[in-house]
């Protein structure tokens, strides 16, 4: 009987612990921001991470929005294999991006790439 006892109260107490860590990783992750709160595959948002590139890079919000509208244009005309319709959308893309930015973007990018170790390639 005393087992039957300790067991169960073990049982309680685990079961109590996990339920904590499920409710503080609840807790943080309500704390991220939205660009991390919307993963898929443990990725951000492409497109949220993308406003926050072009946020950062000096764009306004108008400017954002613009360049949100084509970028979904653009990925639309990329996956019905149309180039030549992606090529006009960058064009328009580019006027909005000064190259100040560009260069803004490329160092953002480069800082998020992981670090390759010798021999290593980052295709799969």
Known sequence: ??????????LMVVSGLSFAEEKVAAEKQAEKP?????E????????ARLEQMWKEAG?????IAKLKEL???MMEARKDKNMDK???IQAEMDKIMTPERK??????????????KDGETTKK
């Open 1 to 10: 009987m005393k087992r039957v006892a300790a067991i169960a109260a073990a």
């Open 34 to 38: 939205a660009a991390v709160a919307s």
């Open 40 to 47: 898929a595959k443990g990725k951000p948002d492409r497109t």
């Open 59 to 63: 764009c306004s919000d108008q400017e």
């Open 71 to 73: 970028h979904q244009q």
């Open 86 to 88: 992606a090529k006009e």
């Open 103 to 116: 260069a803004k973007l490329r160092e953002m990018r480069g800082a998020m790439k992981p670090e390759k």
